[in-house]
């Protein structure tokens, strides 16, 4: 797996073609890997390269500071479980006041289309991105249509009938039930 580091200054015409996902992907969880799994498979029927888009500091670390959720993993642990996931490109964008302030369309155009030459993007149900996470599916959609990739949404994926997720596990972690954090992460 090849690693990418990019600001929004840094983002530049690259040559990249790719499919993509994008998110915070933290633990890795039972959602992130049906995701990734879908990723390869669109990747492999169109033959071409695998890349998740990340962020560094996650989103909420930056607007929460010390009042952000604990982490249930560090940068060196996604990264070692995204090569075993066998990705080609981990992608990750350094986020700061510059790139909360990029509006949705933006992002769009400036990282995901030259950047990093998105072809298809899958992204979860919930996914929102760009100033005030303006961004959603549907707003991909949209711009796919008329910049020329294609878009994918993964439904929600539940466990018990509840939606699979960090902030999930983060919950049966303080609440005193790693059975369920394990159940979810699937490890």
């Known amino acids: 797996m090849k690693l990418i580091r990019k600001s929004c200054d840094s983002a530049a015409e690259s040559g990249y073609k790719c499919v993509a996902t994008i998110g915070n992907f933290d633990g890795i969880h039972l959602g992130h890997q049906t995701l990734i799994l879908a990723l390869k498979k669109y990747a492999k029927a169109h033959n071409l390269p695998t890349a998740v888009i990340t962020f560094e500091p996650p989103p909420n670390k930056f607007f929460l500071q010390e009042k952000a959720p604990v982490r249930l993993m560090g940068f060196r642990e996604k990264f070692e479980a995204l090569q075993a996931l066998e990705i080609d490109y981990l992608c990750v964008l350094r986020f700061n006041l510059k790139m909360a302030h990029l509006p ?13 030459g998105i072809q298809h993007i899958i992204v979860g149900q919930d996914f929102r ?27 929600l994926l539940l466990h018990n009938g509840q939606k699979v997720s960090s902030t999930r596990i983060r919950e049966a972690l303080a609440t005193g039930n790693p059975v369920e954090a394990q159940n979810l992460l699937k490890r």
């Open 104 to 116: 949705a369309e933006d992002f769009v155009k400036d990282i995901l289309i030259r950047s990093f």
């Open 129 to 155: 991105f760009g100033k005030e996470r303006t961004g959603d599916w549907q707003v991909l959609q949209t711009l796919g249509q008329s910049l020329g990739f294609s878009v994918s949404i993964a439904p």
